[in-house]
Every structure is written in structure tokens, then in C-alpha cells.
């Protein structure tokens, strides 16, 4: 409840368009704090107007944003990557921002390597990086203010919640000064370190990931290495790790020998546990991740959505070729995830191998649109069909779900299937969705209208900073489930338009 006009206080929202946000004030004005009694209160009450992405109110004096420096509970948090050359920073910073966002978190990565290169058109040799390269350390310096420059911008003005500083960061002159930029804008830190000292580790995420950089485009494989180890050693002789005592009171997990242990310290907030808890799930040994739908089923022939049905005939036939496909591929140790709906069921059952059943693997709750077509939720719920259609990823069925309801459900699965090896998911279309997007990060936007037909299998292989898709068709005919998006998604539409990229069915 607001408190009466006489006794209110102004205030404003931060990082509104105008006037500046709180991030460009009080970055270039003093991070003193100002006592509680220099607020002026304003005795006149003021519209307090709503923004969606900004959720941290500040007490105005005079009119203006005080300049103080505050961090909210709620405040953006600035993850900041620390670790020699080739110890995986760039492969965390990537999966990181990947997760949160398909989490709903807005993430952005920063990697001061890029804007090293974009500075330096031409790269040389490792000698750029000694310590007694005056000229390189100026380069190098300008580069990370600028990266945290544009930092700031998405933080404050973009309306992102997460940034990941991507970079060495082997000093503690370099973390007191990103601890300071960070201090002056409101944005809490996070450090990750990285750890290794398996040299068969570093020489495979030097020939995997560090050949194939810009920087090396114009040498030979023996030449590189050589040139890529100077530059490691360029960076030992100031590498500062974090340190139990001396940083004791910075927020940070350090990962030793990528996963073997790890050191957590000081989590202050629910988005910090969240990372620790993922960095912990997370493992580069290799594997192939299979992602199918059930077998083609009685309610898919009808063109009805949802529902529990058991498989047709193709759908049976497609089990039965599908248990022959992962025959075929001699996979080693490969267990079989399932819904707990029929249709994967029978389609696991016709492996003849072990299976496991996911609640969290069901099918979309359809509502009250459960077992509908899609010509009898238009002619009973049109307005619902429109609003579907200009919103799939927030929409949800009255009574049902949405996909990002089924985000976060999915949650849970995502970090098992990252603990995991060889692993065969049969799931439904809107979940399947829901996991190729995480592998491929996809958008909320994209999300909903990946292609995911029956009977075909999608081999997922993890790569350094991505995944490698292949599908796999199993010569099994089955009814299309795929409906586009309608150019037309007025709710005054009609049912022509409605009904426009409907798929066939019978």
C-alpha cells in the first residue's frame, strides 16, 4: 500500500528511456553513498508508471535519480569468466547464456577475444600477449573497457538480466576493476573460474576449438600449437587465481579439472545457485543424444490434439523399425527415456530394451482443447485460437498449459540429460521442441514451430560451442502434426484464414 501524499516519497523507475537510467548516472558521477535524511520528499503525489522489464524502484531527490549505489535484490548480474588460455571459459560462457536464456532469463555473452580481433584485424604471433608489450597491454585494455562498456548498455538500457564477461581475467587488478565498474551500476558478480592442469585436456580443447579461430586461419596445425602454448605461458607468469582467503568475500565457483571438484563460495541470490547447480551437471565427455516422438497414434490419424492414445499401425511398424535403427547404431550404454502417455510407451516397448518413464515428458496440457481438432477449437474457441497464434510460446490453454510453462517443467530433464552419456528421449512434439531448442538455442519465438515429424530420429552429438544435428527418416509414412503460423492472427479473422496452414488429416 502507498503511504499518504504528505508522507510519499518520489520516485521513478530505473533505466526508463527518459530521463537516463540509473546505470549511465551513476557511472559517471561518485559511487559515495548518501545518507537516508539528504532525500527530499515531495510532498505532491507522482504517477508511477509501469514497465515491464525493470523491476528496481529508486527514491528521487530533486526530481532526479539519486546517485548511490544500490543492488537489489532483484539487481542484473555480471558473470565473469577467470582462467588461463584453453581451460574451456568461452564453452561454459556459451552454455551458460544458452540455459539461462531457455530458462527466460535474459543473457547476453560478452567475449573480449572478438572485440580483441575486431580492434586487430591481423594477428601475428603470441607476442601480442607478453606482459612487457606495452602497446598489446593498451589493446588489450581498451578492448575489455569496451566490452564492459556495451555490458552496461545491455544491462541498463536493453533490459538484459544476465551478462557474461568472457575473458582471462587472470589479475586482481583486473577483478577489482570489474568489481568496481560493477559496484558503480547496481550489478552484482559472479565469478567463474576454471581450473585444469591435464595436459591431454588442453592439448584436445587446443586442436578442437583454438585451430578453428580466426586467429590461426593462415597456419598450419604444428604451427598454431606452438604459437597458441606461447600464448599460455604469456599469461602464467601474472595468473592470479582465486584465492580461499584473499577473496573470500567475492561470489564464485571454481571448477577444477572440469568437473572433477569444485569450490563454491559466497552464493548471494537465487540466479547464482541456479548457475552453480548447472556448472555442477555439466561434463564434456562425448555422447550422442537421440530425440524421437512416439510412434504415429489413433488421435494423430483423427487430427486431434492431445489425448492418450495408443499407437495406429504405422505407429507400431515405426517401433518396430526404430528398434532396429538403434541396433544398427551399436550404441554404447544407451538408456531409454519415455512419457508416462501410451504412445511412448508401446513405441519403448517394441525396443525390447529397459525404459524409464518421465512425468515431466508428457505431451502439453492441452486445457479444455484436449483431444480437439483444430476446426472444433476454432468453431468453440475462436478468440483462444487467435490469441494462440499471435503468442504460442507465452499462450495458455484455459485450464492447460503454455510452452513456457512447459520450460520450466522441462528444466529438470535438461540437467539430467546433461549428467547423462548415450541417451534415447521418446517424448511428444511441443516437449521435443521444447529440448531441440535448448540444444540448438532456439528462441521463444522460434521454439514453438521447429519441425519435429513422426517417425524420424534426430542424433544430437555436443560439440565445443554447439551441437551437430542429424536426422534420420525410418521409412515409416505417418500424418503431418506440423502447423504453421497463419499470416492472419486478428482475433476478427476468419475461419478460412483461421484454419489456413491446418495439416491434413482424416
Known sequence: MLPPPAAAESVRRVCSPPPQSVCAQVGRGTSSMLDNEDF??????????????????????????????????????????????????????????????????????????????????????????????????????????????????????????????????TTRERRGTIVKFAEQNGFKVFFVESVCEDPDVIAQNIVQVKLGSPDYIHCNTEEAVEDFMGRIKCYESSYQPLDEVLDRDLSYIKIMDVGRQYLVNRVVDHIQSRIVYYLMNIHITPRSIYLCRHGESDLNIKGRI????????????????????????????????????????????????????????????????????????????????????????????PKGESYEDLVQRLEPVIMELERQENILVICHQAVMRCLLAYFLDKSADELPYLKCPLHSVLKLTP????????????????????????????????????????????
Open 40 to 169: 527530499v520528499l515531495d510532498t505532491s503525489p507522482r504517477e508511477l508508471t509501469q514497465n515491464p522489464l525493470r523491476k528496481i524502484w529508486m527514491p528521487c531527490k530533486n526530481g532526479h535519480i539519486a546517485q548511490r549505489r544500490v543492488c537489489m535484490t532483484n539487481c542484473p548480474t555480471l558473470i565473469v569468466t577467470v582462467g588461463l588460455p584453453a581451460r574451456g571459459k568461452t564453452y561454459i560462457s556459451k552454455k551458460l547464456t544458452r540455459y539461462l536464456n531457455w530458462i527466460g532469463v535474459p543473457t547476453k555473452e560478452f567475449n573480449v577475444g572478438q572485440y580483441r580481433r575486431e580492434c586487430l584485424k591481423i594477428y601475428k604471433s603470441f607476442e601480442f600477449f607478453r606482459p612487457d608489450n606495452e602497446e598489446g597491454l593498451k589493446i588489450r585494455r581498451h578492448c575489455a573497457m569496451a566490452a564492459l562498456n556495451d555490458v552496461r548498455q545491455y544491462l541498463c538500457v536493453e533490459g538484459g538480466q544476465v551478462a557474461v564477461f568472457d575473458a582471462t581475467n
Open 463 to 506: 560439440m565445443a560451442y554447439g551441437c551437430k544435428v542429424e536426422s534420420v527418416y525410418l521409412s515409416v509414412d505417418a500424418v503431418n502434426t506440423h502447423r504453421d503460423r497463419p499470416e492472419n492472427v486478428t482475433v476478427l479473422r476468419s475461419t478460412d484464414d483461421a484454419l489456413l496452414t491446418v495439416p491434413a488429416h482424416f
Open 306 to 397: 492431445g489425448g492418450d492414445s495408443g499407437l495406429s499401425n504405422r505407429g507400431k511398424e515405426f517401433a518396430r523399425s526404430l528398434r532396429k535403427f538403434i541396433q544398427e547404431q551399436n550404441i554404447k550404454e544407451l538408456k531409454v527415456w519415455t512419457s508416462q502417455m501410451q504412445r511412448t510407451i508401446q513405441t519403448a516397448e517394441g525396443l525390447g530394451v529397459p525404459y524409464e518413464q518421465w512425468k515431466s515428458l508428457n505431451e502439453i496440457d492441452a486445457g479444455v482443447c484436449e483431444e480437439m481438432m483444430y476446426e472444433e477449437i476454432q468453431e468453440n474457441y475462436p478468440l483462444e485460437f487467435a490469441l494462440r497464434d499471435q503468442d504460442k510460446y507465452r499462450y495458455r490453454y
